[in-house]
């Protein structure tokens, strides 16, 4: 098959989340399984510093942006065995950053008719057409509404990927002829409003072929009113064409056996003493107490309260009477930041707070603490807690969403489980979860190490989650 993703973002050209990891490795699998594949991203100026000198021009023509013609010029990068097309468009895409512009629904209705100008001029007309989040969820609404008329185009399948539900693209209608060039008919017919605004995610629900989500629990939990956003009746009347596939992570980035950001090599095989080594390493480099009975925790997050982290703060003064350390890395809303700041300064030999985001660190993270702590409000996926996992880090989690498909309970009966989870979202479950942990950590040693272990060796590589996708897409092109 002819497979062609669009994005806003992904790895290693220009990453923001978990959007950004799925596209970088995701399309990777596929192709090592066969397929043609290629990849469809905004020319960013971050790309432009580090790869513009690696890049071909292929071509270049002007998309009408309603009244306006607007430049799109098409770079490309073979990488591997995945073709990467950028657009370029240095008003649009030079600006510093990725998203967060006031101008961001033009710069994204700009790159979306572009992508689909772009398949002709490029030669690359595909089977299956993947778009991801709202960014792109209009394409196949304009496949179908603006670019019909193309008869190389007649055959292209669309799946739409949701990665967060709570980003959906709402417009005033007047976008529809002022940047897309077309009439207001889908909207005036309620096809594409949602409280009487164009919402390019309800666009995309209606009209691709397949919808997927990041983990199937999220699936479920988008067509409930608790998740759902507002979407969940429009979710629930395309019911039949959406499912859940887990993401995966790139297990040969995230190894601690080849990592070259963590001090001691170490795997589920071999050198378990590396992880001991690692965790004296992580707390010097934190200024914390150099103990090795003392349970180590690590969180790795936006600080949000999507993230759970309202949870965190008010139980944190109850958790830290607890003989444990903790080692917090993130930014996000600034109540979060001053809040772990004001606890590694009130308890300078329990917390360690670093308000930024260093790759080097976080890898450090997962590779010296015992236990992670995940407890997210809602989760469409989550990569942090299989990451930890892999690095033998235990993780702390909300049951919701990918959490729940990704981390096993432990049960102490049939000595099962990768982790410890609660099931309702208040502040007295985490803290008895986490003290659950300690009890096991604390006086069932050799059970904590059989969890570790059981961690370490789950399977979350992309294999079985390109498998899912591979049969999707080889059903939609029956």
Not at 53 to 80: C, I, N, P
Not at 95 to 107: F, K
């Amino acid at each position: 098959m002819k497979v062609l993703y669009a994005a806003a973002e992904g790895s290693p050209f220009a990453k923001v989340g978990g959007l950004g990891d799925v596209i970088g490795a995701l399309p990777k699998s596929l192709a090592a399984r066969g397929h043609e594949v290629a990849v469809v991203l905004p020319y960013y100026d971050q790309i432009a510093m580090r790869y513009g000198h690696e890049m071909t021009d292929v071509t270049h023509w002007t998309v009408r942006v309603g009244w306006r013609q607007e430049y799109a010029g098409v770079k490309k990068l073979s990488m591997g065995p995945v073709t990467f097309y950028f657009i370029d468009n240095e008003h649009y895409f030079f600006r510093g950053h990725v998203y967060g512009d006031w101008d961001d629904g033009e710069r994204f209705a700009f790159f979306q008719q572009a992508v689909l100008e772009m398949m002709e001029r490029v030669d690359f007309i595909p089977d299956v057409l993947h778009v991801n989040d709202y960014h792109t969820a209009m394409i196949p609404f304009l496949l179908k509404e603006k670019y019909r008329w193309i008869h190389a185009y007649e055959h292209i399948r669309t799946v739409l990927t949701i990665h967060n539900l709570q980003f959906q693209g709402q417009y005033d209608a007047g976008m529809l002829p002022e940047l897309f060039g077309m009439g207001t008919e889908r909207f005036d017919d309620g096809t594409v409003r949602w409280n009487n605004a164009l919402n390019w995610l309800k666009a995309g629900i209606l009209y691709a072929d397949r919808i997927t989500t990041v983990s199937p629990t999220y699936a479920r939990e988008i067509m409930t009113p608790d998740f759902g956003c507002g979407l969940d009746q429009v979710l629930r009347m395309e019911e039949g064409k959406l499912s859940g596939i887990t993401n995966g992570i790139d297990t040969e980035l995230f190894d601690p056996a080849t990592d070259i950001h963590i001090p001691y090599a170490f795997s589920v095989e071999q050198n378990r003493d590396g992880k001991e080594k690692n965790k004296k390493a992580l707390q010097e480099r934190c200024g914390l107490p150099v103990r090795e009975d003392v349970p180590l925790f690590g969180i790795v997050s936006r600080l949000t309260d999507q993230k759970g982290f309202g949870l965190v703060v008010s139980e944190l003064s109850s958790l830290l009477q607890q003989d444990i350390q903790l080692v917090v890395l993130g930014t996000g809303d600034s109540r979060y930041e001053e809040a772990f700041r004001w606890f590694a300064d009130q308890y300078p030999d329990k917390v360690s707070a670093h308000i930024t985001f260093n790759l080097e660190l976080a890898q450090q993270i997962y590779a010296g603490t015992d236990g992670f702590l995940m407890p997210s409000a809602f989760e469409p996926c989550g990569l942090s807690q299989m990451m930890a996992m892999r690095y033998g880090s235990v993780p702390v989690v909300h049951e919701v969403g990918g959490l729940r498909d990704t981390v096993e309970p432990y049960n102490e009966f049939a000595q099962t489980g990768t982790g410890f989870g609660f099931g309702e979202f208040r502040g007295y479950w985490l803290t008895q979860t986490v003290l659950k942990f300690l009890e096991v950590y604390r006086d069932h040693p050799d059970e904590f190490e059989a969890l570790q272990t059981r961690a370490m060796s789950a399977d979350f590589s992309w294999d079985s989650a390109c498998e899912r996708y591979e049969q999707l897409y080889a059903q939609m092109s029956m």
